[in-house]
């Protein structure tokens, strides 16, 4: 071991979008502290964040169907929708901030307009969609939202997923022009080459081994990949922004609020098409139903994705199960996240999601062709030789006791910190990286409590709706709409 000893003000852990946008906000908030940033693999966003590990939605309720519950009295909840997508708006501002600064550049890269739709059939479906529409027309949130549920209008909309439809259901679409995709491994990059400009110290090929306390911070133990070498480097601030690793770090570190967690891994498939024939026909986002017992994170979905300038189709993800809690992890991840302090919570989730598990046994052993009949309920003609199977990220979902009951699944994303505010973690995946920037917002809250009133003005210039609820405020969702469309160039006519 080193005797290698280097203070700092902050060590973030991992380089995917989490880490990115914590530091790049941080930089912003005090320029001089000394950050540094320890990544395991050779470069930046290159797990759950690349863009070929996830479906590149910017989040913001406008196609997902899960974010809309109705009701027992047959009303829509629709308090998770515009939760998911004022948190996007926020997402959205900061970056449209660092565009009109000049420390990213080019938006276009990392972000595109693309029309959200949701896509139903089946006379029960179709009821729930229009009742969904109904709800959220009537919010100052999701204006522009279309709906129809006849077949000429559909095929205008999209004409790949009508052309050949034999199926004689009732079907239904809602089409809102105003969303968005994403490529989130360009955006990780790009805000990692800002940072790295700004004298942050990146450090790739570093793995984080263990964490311990010193008096006035931690104190984190690293490896060198290339060399073998561990250094110790201190810190009074470390956040654990690791993806799937962030589990087993947070119990490394010992802190109480890390007890009791457990973590299940799921994967995802894509299947991908890159024929230009096909991929022209289509130009959405298309989220369908989640199959009756899936997860809400397997929905459906039909992409219009834009890849280093490149247009393909991804559908999907269809879910699976692995035991690695990263893409590059091991086999033996979940078998060592069990500990004592969370066997029983371990024990109790798999005795209450046998039938998930067995769901997503399931669909690991589908073959290619059963795929190819799931893509077919969307793209009718679909051919099997103009579709390839892709490998995406995974996605560690928390489990803790709730007041639901012991082992509770969560499906959401979670920020553990220790009481001092001197270390976080972020654990899950869901609505996950749209919703980077309130999440981390939702750290400096909690770990930087006494200077949080006087980042407020600084907040306020980055987020222009920081502490203010959109939803109240129609004004200000048109002007964040239109400032953030012309920063961002979201023009779907440019
Ligand atoms: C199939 C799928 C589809 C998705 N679709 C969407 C979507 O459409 N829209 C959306 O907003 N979100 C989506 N997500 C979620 C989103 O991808 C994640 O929430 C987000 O990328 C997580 O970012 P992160 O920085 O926390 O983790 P990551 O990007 O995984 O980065 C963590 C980094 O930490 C590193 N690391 C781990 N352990 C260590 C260690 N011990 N030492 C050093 N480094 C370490 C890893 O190598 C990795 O680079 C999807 C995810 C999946 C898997």
């Known amino acids: 071991m080193s005797n290698d000893q280097n203070k700092t003000d902050v060590i973030l852990i991992g380089a995917g979008i989490m880490s990115a946008t914590l530091g790049s906000m941080l930089r912003e908030l005090e320029p001089d502290w000394n950050i540094k940033v320890f990544e395991r693999l050779e470069g930046a966003g290159k797990e759950s964040s690349n863009e070929w590990n996830n479906?590149?939605?910017?989040?913001?309720?406008?196609?997902?169907?899960n974010y809309t519950n109705e009701k027992a009295d047959g009303t829509m909840d629709i308090t998770k929708a515009i939760k998911v997508n004022e948190e996007y708006q926020i997402?959205?501002?900061?970056?449209?901030?660092?565009?009109?600064?000049?420390?990213?550049?080019n938006p276009r890269d990392f972000i595109m307009p693309l029309p959200h739709m949701s896509f139903v059939w089946g006379d029960d479906n179709v009821a729930f969609l229009k009742k969904r529409f109904d709800a959220l027309l009537a919010h100052p949130l999701f204006i522009g939202m279309e709906y129809s549920d006849d077949p000429k209008q559909l095929e205008e909309w999209i004409p790949l997923m009508m052309k050949d439809r034999e199926n004689k259901q009732?079907?239904?679409?809602?089409?809102?022009?105003?969303?968005?995709?994403?490529n989130f491994g360009a955006l990780t990059r790009k805000?990692?080459?800002?940072?790295?400009?700004?004298?942050?110290?990146?450090?790739?090929?570093?793995?984080?081994?263990?964490?311990s306390r010193t008096n006035d911070g931690w104190d984190v133990k690293v490896r060198n990949l290339a060399t073998g070498k561990a250094e110790h480097h201190e810190a009074k601030f470390v956040f654990i922004g690791s993806g799937g690793g962030s589990l087993h770090l947070l119990q490394k570190s010992g802190i109480p609020e890390?007890?009791?967690?457990?973590?299940f891994p799921v994967s995802g498939l894509f299947m991908v098409c890159e024929n230009p024939e096909i991929v022209?026909?289509?130009?959405?986002k298309v989220y369908g139903k989640a199959p009756v017992g899936a997860p809400p994170m397997s929905v459906p979905h039909l992409d219009t994705r834009l890849i280093d300038k490149k247009e393909s189709l991804f559908f999907g993800p269809f879910a699976g199960f692995s035991p690695k809690f990263l893409k590059?992890?091991?086999?033996?991840?979940?078998?060592t996240s069990v500990k004592m302090d969370n066997l029983l919570?371990?024990?109790s989730a798999g005795a209450k999601n046998m039938s998930l598990t067995k769901y997503l046994i399931n669909q690991v052993m589908l073959s290619k062709e059963q795929r190819m009949e799931a893509l077919r309920e969307f793209v009718p003609n679909a051919k099997s030789d103009d579709w390839k199977l892709v490998v995406a990220g995974q996605r560690v979902q928390v489990i803790r006791d709730t007041d639901e009951g012991k082992g509770t699944l969560k499906f959401g994303t979670e920020v553990v910190s220790s009481d001092d505010g001197s270390i976080a973690a972020l654990l899950g995946a869901s609505p996950g990286a749209s919703t980077a920037v309130s999440v981390m917002l939702e750290v400096l809250a909690k770990c930087y409590p006494d200077h949080i009133q006087k980042w407020e003005p600084k907040l306020k210039e980055m987020i222009p709706s920081y502490g203010v609820p959109l939803s109240e405020n129609p004004e200000l969702i048109n002007e964040i709409h239109r400032t953030t469309a012309e920063s961002l160039n979201l023009d779907p006519a440019e």
């Open 91 to 105: 997402s959205k501002q900061f970056w449209a901030y660092l565009v009109n600064r000049n420390l990213l550049t």
């Open 55 to 65: 479906a590149g939605t910017g989040h913001s309720s406008l196609c997902e169907l």
């Open 170 to 182: 009732s079907l239904a679409a809602t089409k809102i022009d105003t969303g968005t995709d994403v």
């Open 345 to 347: 919570t371990m024990l």
């Open 258 to 263: 890390g007890k009791g967690v457990g973590g």
């Open 328 to 335: 590059t992890g091991k086999m033996t991840d979940l078998l």
């Open 191 to 211: 805000l990692f080459d800002h940072l790295e400009a700004e004298q942050v110290d990146v450090h790739y090929k570093h793995n984080v081994d263990n964490l």
């Open 280 to 284: 022209e026909q289509h130009h959405a």
